[in-house]
């Protein structure tokens, strides 16, 4: 029996109006059969969430350009359906969730679509308590979505998709803000729930290891929007190794291990691994320690019984936290423990319910604001909401200019700034028609350019490629080592293996653990599974490696 493509991508070509020479998607063909699921691959601005928008019919409908090609659906052209239809079919969950909201809670947001489709206020309410419990979002049903973290919106975002009942689902990084343990049970979650709806899925991803498994094809775009492989994962890794590495596409933790362990020693693997096991069945080499050495510096910043409540909701709880000048901190825990509110407490961007915050010994609501950030830099989860010019260029120089720097000087910064975050050429684009990846690498370029003595980072490799990733957090190690305080929101726990000589835990709005990675690591299983947390993949394999030598010795 002959399979009929649920979707039909036709040498479709896209050019935005403000680089008609340069195309964002080249000649892409490919088809998605029904019970399917796919992943595309590739850099940062290679036009993968661009791609999405052509799927579900946003392009061209609102597209400022050219569009050239064809979208079918079911065998039936994009441009045909009305406005709205193609959701039916087709769901889209965006790289950043807050676009795609319109309503003022989370009940109501879930219950806009369910309206679209005609579903009667009946049948409304079970629905729309089954899929916030497959998000396990039950108990913030009656929450303003304004409330909520990132994560908790990420996962709204999913619930309400997942309530469209759509037969083909499009992912844009959707676990990219979601814990460890939430990623985990959320790609448990969308397999059981295939098993029952029998849908499939498109998903554009950055952290590959839970979804292996699930992948039946794998597509890789490379920088200038051209498809150039298109089949079988693990057959794709092998045989594009070299580029995947050139261009920074991501690619499972154990392979990019396995290429670090290639790069090092005169070992070559026959067949790259792409799962944990695979990797521990080859004898491997002792791995050189990443503990980082202990500082004995001088007291940056402190935190005493900061206390915050927000519409009546205690969001923190009585903290206290010291912070040492030159310290690589990261902070963990689950989605909506408090990283996000306590970071812009002690950067004075919220102001505490009660207790203070000294930065070098003075308060900070006794500093001016403009003397306050020459000293604290921070960059926010969502990059759009520190950007207040036209350009990149006028983003990056603008606290420059506020600082009274000669032109020369200041076109000589943001040239090397630019550089270093890979921005080099987009100085005219105005911040919002950048790529989601591209914008975030701009909020930090704004930020190191006027070398602070404490950065504070929400997420910052949120949307980044391989290579965009390994640079950036190269630039915060350089600034580190130098005596620049970082500190780091992140659920990635191989960034805190490789990089964080200390790590705080949060869990409803306290701290609960403030210790050294390497002791963070030695924590009962069944507490880091409460925290939300995984272990890194280095870290798994050495457990393993223990375990097996004691084996072995008993």
């Not at 998607?25 to 928008?53: Q, R, V, W, Y």
């Not at 407490?345 to 207790?355: F, H, N, Q, S, V």
């Not at 990059?383 to 000669?406: A, C």
């Amino acid at each position: 029996m002959i399979q009929t493509a649920v979707i039909k991508v036709d040498q479709l070509t896209l050019f935005f109006e403000d680089y008609p020479e340069k195309p964002v998607l080249d000649a892409i063909n490919f088809e998605s059969m029904a019970k399917e699921n796919l992943l595309i691959l590739g850099p940062s601005g290679c036009g993968k969430s661009t791609l999405t928008h052509c799927l579900n019919g946003l392009y061209p409908r609102e597209l400022d350009g050219k569009l050239t090609g064809d979208v079918f659906i079911n065998s039936k052209s994009i441009v045909e359906f009305a406005h709205g239809e193609v959701s039916h079919t087709v769901g889209v969950v965006f790289q950043d969730p807050e676009t795609q909201f319109c309503m003022f809670t989370v009940e109501d947001e879930i219950a806009f679509g369910l309206e679209n489709k005609g579903i009667l206020p009946s049948e409304m309410g079970k629905m729309i308590d089954h899929v916030l419990e497959l998000v396990n979002m039950t108990p913030f049903k009656n929450r303003s979505i304004t409330t909520l973290s990132g994560g908790q919106k990420q996962k709204l975002a999913l619930a309400c998709i997942l309530a469209m009942e759509p037969d083909i689902l499009v992912l844009d990084e959707p676990t990219a803000n979601l814990d460890p343990v939430a990623t985990l049970e959320f790609i448990d979650t969308l397999d059981q729930l295939q098993q029952q709806k029998e849908f499939s899925f498109i998903i554009i991803e950055h952290q590959l290891d839970g979804w292996v498994s699930l992948i039946d094809r794998c597509m890789m775009l490379n920088n200038k929007g051209q498809l150039f492989y298109n089949g079988n994962l693990r057959d794709g890794i092998n045989a594009h190794r070299h580029t995947l590495e050139q261009q920074g596409i991501w690619i499972p933790t154990p392979t990019r291990l396995a290429l670090n362990i290639e790069h090092q020693s005169d070992y070559t693997f026959d067949h790259l691994p792409i799962t944990v096991d695979e990797l521990a069945a080859y004898p491997l080499p002792t791995p050189v320690s990443s503990t980082r050495i202990t500082k004995s510096n001088p007291l940056a910043l402190k935190a005493e019984k900061l206390t915050w409540t927000k519409k009546s909701t205690p969001i923190i709880n009585e903290v206290d936290l010291s912070l040492y000048e030159g310290e690589f901190i990261t902070i963990l825990g689950a989605n909506g423990s408090g990283k996000s509110s306590l970071s812009k407490l002690i950067a004075g961007i919220e102001k505490p319910t009660k207790g203070s915050t000294y930065l070098y010994e003075k308060k900070l609501n006794e500093w001016k604001e403009r003397d306050l950030r020459t000293k604290i830099g921070y960059v926010f989860q969502n990059p759009e909401h520190q950007f207040i010019t036209d350009s990149v260029y006028d983003e990056v120089s603008l606290s420059l200019r506020i600082r009274g720097l000669n032109e020369a000087d200041i076109k000589e910064r943001v040239s090397l700034i630019l550089h270093q975050c890979q921005l080099t050429g987009f100085e005219e684009s105005h911040p919002y028609t950048l790529s989601q990846g591209q914008k975030r690498r701009l909020s930090v370029a704004t930020m190191i350019v006027d070398n602070q003595s404490l950065l504070i980072l929400d997420e910052p490799t949120f949307g980044q490629d391989a290579n965009s990733t390994k640079q950036l957090l190269s630039l915060l190690q350089e600034r580190n080592e130098t005596g620049t305080s970082i500190v780091m929101i992140t659920h990635d726990m191989e960034i805190v293996h490789q990089y964080a000589d200390r790590v705080i835990v949060m869990e409803d709005g306290k701290i609960v653990l403030d210790a050294s990675p390497t002791a963070l690591w030695e924590v009962p299983s069944e507490q880091l599974l409460n925290w939300q947390l995984e272990l890194p993949v280095q870290v798994k394999l050495d457990q393993r490696k223990q375990k097996d030598v004691s084996y072995v010795y008993s």
